[in-house]
């Protein structure tokens, strides 16, 4: 069912808005709307402009939150956003001290282990660095070329020009090293070594000994100061863990006075255009019917706050939300309608009907005990630990599953062990006039078929007389014309395959005839019964020519959707045969059964054709059933907590 929506308008003084909100709405299930649009013909109002007071102190609270490894926290203490926001600030203070001096040793990291890295490249180079750095009269080049080309220059090049080249280390395929060349003559062997693709790296002057032992005496500076940042950062969570219980709640506060804070966008405030003259907001939204009692009976203690429930929803500007209720049996097909669109707040909640229909035209479809028990088992403990909606509808499935196997005498696809309480699917034959044998399940299913089209064109007529459509419950396909034709079809199909007399011509005029003329002439008798002028777009002509092709499709609509239900029969039958291919391969017919095969083959049917025949079922509601009485185009229930 769609739970009753009760809209609200909230007012009181502008300063005392939070902890209206925070006291009373946060309670409820509110969904709020824009009360600027709401009120849009109300003069002198204007939204809020405030900046969010809670924001910032939130935000620190929420990084040292991050220091804590367990976060979880239950209490039943009570605390106020001041104390909230003095014991943040407290320990923000005290852990910015320790924050301060952690970013300073940070930064002195980094510089130490960028040295560490550019010392790195020259590890293999056995000389101290400081004394290369501050020679006076031979040039010095740190840097690396590509290993290739440091093989051409050593085989073809290096002994024919004056320098010294010092490996120190291969790293990626590039070698890093020094070379070493007299002043006078590096502008030329710079240029030479450039040809080589020598790319110089200047390693700056704070190094001493060699690349090895600088390096380790980085390490062992590098490694105290990580100690020290480590140290600082056990001190910060000691010292949020010594105040835990008071940090974590002031930190549930602010959570909670920001959000409230964020309700300030929907509200609206009247203008402060006299000094003297008070300044009040509005909050207005929807709630169900029980919370909206509860909330204004609460607000009755508040002398200076004012809730008013709108009787006439129709003075609201939007459409009331859509929350529907549905006790635990049908709630999980609730899934299933909103997928098609949740339904119009004043159309019928499809849930209890999905339910229904779909569980049993799938047992039907899939009747098998051994298997139907696998589904409802399987799906009830996938349902119960993952609370998966998915799962429950199979298990319910799984149940009509079972109650079908019964009345069709398979379990795990043998037919042998228990009898039918009903028939089998695959043998049973029923003989109608004219057409001969046919297979029963198949007569049944057409039967069913129908009876459902009829009960779908019953809401039909329902749901268009509560949008005040009375032109299209009386003349449409699915009105009042529709079904006497639909239904009249119906119980003369029965009563020639019973063998039965059939009504006489009059009657028959009037149940066939009469209700195809209605229809039509749907669009200017509905134009006349809403006192609205009669407009024959293209003219008489165009009409009459345009209607006689729309009957046509109406009847072959009617025959169509029919025959659309002998896919529930046909997957019946089919089910017993894939059981008995898979018991035939399985040597069930010459006594020496393979249970591996059995077992495969029955997790095999269950997978595969479990899957089609729940998109098959699926199929039929949406197209079958929905199409004709379902709108949809409903918007959620939305609270804002």
Not at 23 to 40: C, M, R, V
Not at 250 to 267: C, E, G, P, S, T
Request: proline share 3%.
């Amino acid at each position: 069912m769609i739970e009753r929506m009760e809209f609200l308008n909230i007012t009181g003084p502008k300063d005392d808005i939070d902890r209206i909100i925070e006291t009373y709405i946060s309670k409820y299930d509110f969904q709020l709307e824009n009360a600027l649009y709401e009120l849009k013909n109300v003069k002198e109002l204007h939204a809020f402009t405030d900046s969010n007071p809670y924001k910032d102190i939130l935000n620190r609270s929420v990084e040292l939150k991050e220091y804590l490894k367990d976060k979880n926290f239950k209490t039943n203490r009570q605390m106020s956003i001041e104390e909230a926001d003095k014991v943040t600030r407290s320990l923000s203070e005290k852990v910015e001290s320790f924050s301060k001096k952690k970013n300073e040793l940070e930064a002195e990291l980094a510089d130490y282990e960028e040295k560490l890295k550019n010392v790195h490249y020259f590890i293999g180079l056995d000389y101290d660095t400081e004394k290369i750095l501050h020679f006076k009269y031979v040039n010095f080049r740190f840097g690396s070329m590509p290993k290739e080309y440091y093989e051409k220059f050593m085989t073809f090049v290096y002994e024919d020009i004056d320098t010294i080249f010092y490996k120190a280390r291969e790293i990626d395929d590039k070698v890093w090293g020094v070379y070493f060349v007299p002043d006078s003559i590096s502008e030329q062997i710079d240029a030479i070594y450039s040809s080589m693709h020598f790319e110089r790296f200047f390693l700056p002057d704070e190094y001493h000994g060699t690349p090895a032992v600088a390096g380790a005496k980085l390490k062992t500076k590098i490694q105290k100061l990580k100690d020290s940042i480590l140290a600082l950062d056990n001190k910060i969570v000691q010292t949020l863990e010594d105040n835990r219980e008071d940090f974590l709640l002031a930190n549930q506060v602010l959570h909670r006075f920001n959000k409230v804070f964020d309700v300030r966008k929907y509200a609206a405030a009247t203008r402060d255009n006299r000094k003297d003259k008070k300044v009040f907001y509005i909050i207005c939204g929807w709630l169900t019917e029980s919370d909206a009692k509860k909330l204004e009976k609460e607000l009755e203690n508040e002398p200076s706050t004012f809730c008013i429930m709108e009787k006439d929803l129709s003075k609201v500007a939007g459409t009331p939300p859509v929350k529907l209720k549905n006790n635990a049996i049908f709630k999980p097909f609730e899934m299933f309608v909103e997928m098609y669109g949740l339904p119009n707040y004043k159309e019928f909640d499809p849930t209890i009907l999905i339910g229904l229909t779909y569980s049993i035209i799938f047992g039907f479809m899939f009747g098998d005990v051994g298997q139907g028990l696998v589904l409802l088992i399987l799906g009830s403990i996938i349902a119960f630990k993952k609370k998966s909606m998915l799962a429950a509808i199979i298990a319910r499935c799984g149940f009509f599953s079972t109650i079908f196997g019964l009345m069709f005498g398979s379990i795990f696809g043998f037919e042998d062990i228990i009898s039918p309480l009903w028939l089998r699917p695959a043998k049973a034959m029923t003989s109608l006039p004219v057409i001969g044998n046919l297979n029963t399940v198949f007569v049944v299913t057409i039967a069913l078929g129908m009876l459902i089209i009829i009960l779908m064109m019953i809401l039909s007529i329902l749901t268009k007389l509560r949008f005040k459509k009375s032109g299209e419950a009386l003349f449409d396909t699915n009105g009042v014309a529709g079904l006497v034709f639909y239904t009249s079809a119906f119980i003369t199909i029965i009563l020639f395959m019973t063998g039965n007399a059939l009504p006489a011509s009059m009657v028959l005029f009037i149940m066939f005839v009469l209700p195809l003329i209605l229809i039509f002439l749907k669009e200017p008798l509905s134009a006349l019964l809403e006192k609205k002028k009669v407009h024959l777009e293209g003219g008489t002509g165009m009409f009459i020519l345009q209607g006689f092709f729309e009957l046509f499709e109406v009847l072959l609509s009617y025959f169509s959707n029919s025959l659309s239900f002998v896919r529930i029969g046909a997957f019946a039958v089919s089910h017993a045969a894939m059981m008995e291919v898979v018991l035939m391969l399985s040597g069930a017919e010459s006594g020496n059964i393979n249970w591996i095969a059995v077992v495969l083959g029955n997790i095999f049917v269950m997978g595969m054709e479990g899957l089609i025949v729940g998109i098959q079922v699926l199929r039929l509601e949406y197209y079958e059933l929905f199409s004709r009485f379902y709108t949809g185009g409903g918007r959620p229930f939305k609270p804002y907590k």
